[in-house]
């Protein structure tokens, strides 16, 4: 269990490094620059293959996804989505210690309310479900992607504001499934994982989340999208655990569970402008820059 919550911990960290990093790729690979403009760009993931942060930045998050399959392997889906939404507070604490930016007392309040939340549910958390996810529940996961997938489609060409919310909550909707099929992956061998419908999915989810949150982040609120995807991770995943997977709380302890999760999740939503660390530092359109030494990545006024 130990080893479980170290993961969890340890996959936050990553991701939230990663999160600094991918926001400034899509900044600079960006061809709308805050324009807002309908659909999604095809080219963008491509051109962001060419910068090494973004590179770089998948690496890490794939040293984060192993570190939270290593925590699904013991802790029930509702805490270890709710420690991975915890990364918006290793963000605003990278962005304060390294771009200098001020965290307000609410903020401050909201860092540690994670860590608090994060704290209440690795104390409360019983193992993960026995039931076991059949074949059905797995194809169930590509055909929810694959809905997904249309869903931000159409969402990319609706107008301002909703296009922002529906982008990011289609992005979090899948990083929930996400986090359901690693959850129910048979094994990890090679064999096993090319067999598995579940490790189809864990890739359909990813590319789709992370398209369509990009997306996002290219003409939208960045507190809007990041709130839209912390609360979209969470809830669902949370629920189909303890619904379909059979995840519990140690005896006696479900409110304490609750509790952490439902503070945890609160302050990552009150942390969501650290979604893109070149947006983070600013309020009412003033913006700091990036954390890194390229004058390009200071971000233009909203």
Known sequence: ???????GVVAALLYGIAAVMQAVAV?????RKGTGAGGVDPGLLVRMLSQWRFVASLVLDTL?????LVALRRLPLFAVQ??????????????????GVALSWREWAAVTGV?????LLGSSAGAEGATAAGAVFKLALIVAIAGLGLCGIAAARIREPARTLLLGTVAGLGYGVLGIAARVLNGFDPLTLVRDPATYAVIAAGIVSFAFYATAL??????????????????PPAV????????????????????GFLLAVASAVILARFGEADRAG?????????????????SAAE
């Open 27 to 31: 900044r600079e690979a960006s061809n």
């Open 218 to 235: 290219e003409g939208g609120s960045v507190t809007v999208a990041t709130a839209a995807v912390v609360l979209a991770e969470t809830l």
């Open 1 to 7: 269990m130990v080893t479980s919550l170290v993961a």
């Open 282 to 298: 600013g309020r009412d359109g003033e913006h700091v820059s990036a954390p890194c030494d390229d004058p390009s990545t200071v």
């Open 240 to 259: 189909i655990g303890v619904v379909f997977l059979g995840d519990t709380t140690r005896p006696g302890l479900a409110p304490a569970a609750i509790a």
């Open 115 to 119: 860590v608090a939340g994060v704290g």
């Open 82 to 99: 709710a420690m991975v939404a915890a990364n918006l507070a290793v963000i605003a604490v990278l962005a304060s210690l390294l771009i």
């Open 64 to 68: 984060g996804f192993i570190a939270q």
